[in-house]
């Protein structure tokens, strides 16, 4: 794909990661519009901001009706409540599934029609999509469908020619997890090697050392991922 000449649209594009892909898509002259729950929250010089919650179906179809031409759909929007599956509000848990498994996919139906001929979505996962802490299962739990939705869209998309990429990724440096201490990537930096194997055509992107880790330890089953049932 060739982002100069393509029209995106990024979801959570206000802050954080969906913010650092606006940029570097309008760095690298594309045209933007910057989706968020309240577009005036978008400070983005030469971005189009433009209305989405993508957990409201009503609003997800509005923003597919007032745009038209999006080539690159960045499923970017995202929650994180820290919710236990077991002691956890149901209500949080619910959300969880329903931003990042329901809404991706009420985005995608939206916007596959924009998306044919040569078309691409980047759906930002997480390493835990392929690992599990049990203080947080909700938005584990959630990654984990979003992986499965993602791999079944590309094949179902693949018959249209729209090309569907998985981003997987550890802790970055935004405001959703500035409470944790441990190493972050920088955002910046993420949207770069994101976009680049974008245009690369890459299926599966792989951005840090901690989901390189992860994905080679998938075929060693439970022992592997959690050594705590290693016989």
Known sequence: MDISATTAL??????????RFARELLERGATV?????DPRSVDLPGAIPIQLDITDP??????????????LLINNAGTSTGASLLTGPMADIQLEMNTHYFGTLSVAR????????????????????WVSFAGSG???????????????LRLELAEQGTAVSALHVGYMDTDMIAHVTAPKSDPA???RLAL????AGEHEIVADDVSRRLLARLS????????????
């Open 189 to 191: 930096v993420i949207a």
């Open 33 to 37: 519009y910057a989706a968020a729950r």
């Open 196 to 199: 680049d194997a974008i245009a």
């Open 138 to 152: 909700a938005y584990c739990a959630a990654k984990s469908a979003e992986w499965s939705l993602t791999n079944a």
């Open 220 to 231: 060693g089953g439970v022992a592997a991922l959690y050594p705590q049932f290693a016989q």
């Open 110 to 129: 939206a916007f596959a029609p924009q998306l044919a001929g040569g078309g691409a979505m980047l759906n930002v996962l997480s390493a835990l999509s």
């Open 10 to 19: 990024v979801t959570g594009a206000n802050r954080g990661l969906g913010l």
């Open 58 to 71: 009503a609003s997800v179809e509005a923003a597919a009706a007032a745009t038209g031409d999006v080539r």
